[in-house]
């Protein structure tokens, strides 16, 4: 980074703007919502045996982001977010992934989410050391495209690592950052709230983000 670009990001502040909109809405109770069962050593076998459908993703503007999301990803950007430092492995979209992924989840541990099981989504997630997902909130766009037949008033989404915590992990869903989690553990990203994770560790980082209608 050169001086002059250094000192135009001082004076111009853009992330300012993204802290007004995060200031400006209710902090969110963040609070354990259960616990699954999961075998770390399978989930990890996963991302190898499907690798071949992985998406390679890293923190830009998307065409399924609403304005506000490119936007704050132009921002992220601007400050340094880039391909070198938000990469991450990305299984559910390609292939049969999602399927894949349901079945390893298994049907016990999508009942205790009480979610229709033809609604779900999930994004199993890999951040090698030094990457990240900068802090951004879901609008759920690519989720509607893919199922749009369901009523999407009860959406939810959640979060749960498949791997016990490690040194130098770390995940913020409002003003509550997580740490010292258990393969399993489950808290819920509400819509519109900002969230953001970090691997400063040694280790991968296995994560997976889970989308899907609640039942009546």
């Known amino acids: 980074m050169e001086y002059e670009e250094y ?7 853009p992330w300012k703007t993204v802290e ?4 400006s809405l209710p902090v969110a109770d963040v609070k354990l919502v259960t616990k699954l069962d999961i075998n770390t050593p399978e989930w990890i076998q996963f991302t190898l045996d499907h690798f071949k459908d992985v998406q390679q993703k890293w923190e830009k503007p998307k065409e399924h982001y609403a304005d506000y ?4 990803a ?4 601007v ?7 938000t990469h991450e492995l990305n299984y559910g979209m390609n292939g049969d992934t999602n399927q ?3 079945e390893l989840l298994g049907t016990k541990n999508i009942e205790k ?19 990240g997902i900068a802090w951004h909130y879901d609008d759920a766009g690519s989720y509607k495209t893919k199922f749009s037949q369901f009523n999407f008033d009860r959406l939810k989404r959640y979060w749960f690592a498949v791997q016990d915590w490690k ?5 913020q869903i409002s003003k509550t950052v997580l740490t010292h989690w258990k393969a399993g553990d489950v808290y819920e990203i509400p819509f519109g709230v900002g969230h953001a994770s970090s691997n400063f560790g040694l280790n991968p980082q296995y994560t997976v983000s889970f989308t899907g209608v609640l039942n009546d």
């Open 167 to 171: 040194d130098g992990h770390a995940f």
């Open 20 to 23: 007004d909109h995060f200031d």
């Open 69 to 72: 999301s490119n936007e704050l």
């Open 74 to 77: 132009s921002i992220n950007n």
């Open 7 to 13: 000192k135009k990001l001082v004076d111009t502040k």
């Open 113 to 131: 989410l009480n979610v229709i099981p033809d609604s779900v989504l999930i994004r199993f997630i890999v951040k090698m050391p030094g990457h």
């Open 79 to 85: 400050l340094g977010r880039n391909e070198h430092n």
């Open 100 to 102: 894949a992924l349901k």
